[in-house]
């Protein structure tokens, strides 16, 4: 079955970097589109970034855009989002999502969740 | 960007009760309608895709409906296990964007 594992995840002082990491087995992970999608604290969904199947094609939310670099390695069916300049309120807990179909465009299997938290 | 409007944000109703949650997007979306379960202090999980199709595994109790700007996620007999919160989303267009989320409660 497929399992979404991602890790990377701590407590940053403004300004700092950190690269999160998704490992994903029990499907074909180069044939899937993958996104990021944060949640602060208490708060709702937030989509960050996607990536597509093949890592041609990056998108990303405007509130991280230049500051969030989204990549994959699919010879080690791992998801990356290196985060850079981070802010306060870029506290959340993020989680890798799986997207099987384009066409479709939901969040297929997500992962336990990385939390991180942005403080001095 | 698509913005997404669901209501109520909060309901609290008894078990087997039918509960009906709304969402209503910014702009046309066609089917692109997907609907998330988040339990509390997990991740959500895939309920509804394309408005209306069912994720494999969900309970026949949860069904979706709707095309356009209108959609609603309906739980026929609410149970125990379904307190959690409900969040829709759009896929019609990049960046996807979600609904706030309604919390349903068990009285």
């Known amino acids: 079955q497929v399992h979404l594992v991602e890790s990377g995840g701590g407590v940053v002082q403004p300004g700092r970097s950190l690269r999160l990491s998704c490992v994903a087995s029990g499907f074909t992970f180069s044939s899937y589109g993958m996104h990021w999608v944060r949640q602060a604290p208490g708060k709702g969904l937030e989509w960050v970034a996607l990536?597509?199947?093949?890592?041609?094609?990056?998108y990303y939310a405007d509130s991280v855009k230049g500051r969030f670099t989204i990549s994959r390695d699919n010879s080690k069916s791992t998801l990356y989002l290196q985060v850079s300049s981070l802010r306060a309120e870029d506290t959340a807990a993020y989680y890798c999502?799986?997207?099987?179909?384009?066409?479709?465009?939901?969040?297929?299997?997500w992962g336990q969740g990385a939390l991180v938290t942005v403080s001095s | 960007d698509i913005q997404m409007t669901q209501s109520p944000s909060s309901l609290s109703a008894s078990v087997g009760d039918r509960v009906t949650i709304t969402c209503r997007a910014s702009q046309s979306i066609s089917i692109y309608l997907n609907w998330y379960q988040q339990k509390p202090g997990k991740a959500p999980n895939l309920l509804i895709y394309g408005a209306s199709s069912s994720q494999g595994g969900v309970p026949s109790r949860f069904s979706g409906s709707g095309s356009g700007t209108d959609f609603t996620l309906t739980i026929s007999s609410l149970q125990p296990e379904d307190l959690a919160t409900y969040y829709c989303?759009?896929?019609?267009?990049?960046?996807?964007?979600f609904g706030q989320g309604t919390k349903v409660e068990i009285k």
């Open positions: 990536i597509s199947n093949d890592g041609s094609n990056k």
């Open positions: 989303q759009q896929s019609y267009s990049t960046p996807p964007t």
């Open positions: 999502a799986s997207e099987e179909s384009a066409m479709v465009g939901s969040f297929d299997y």
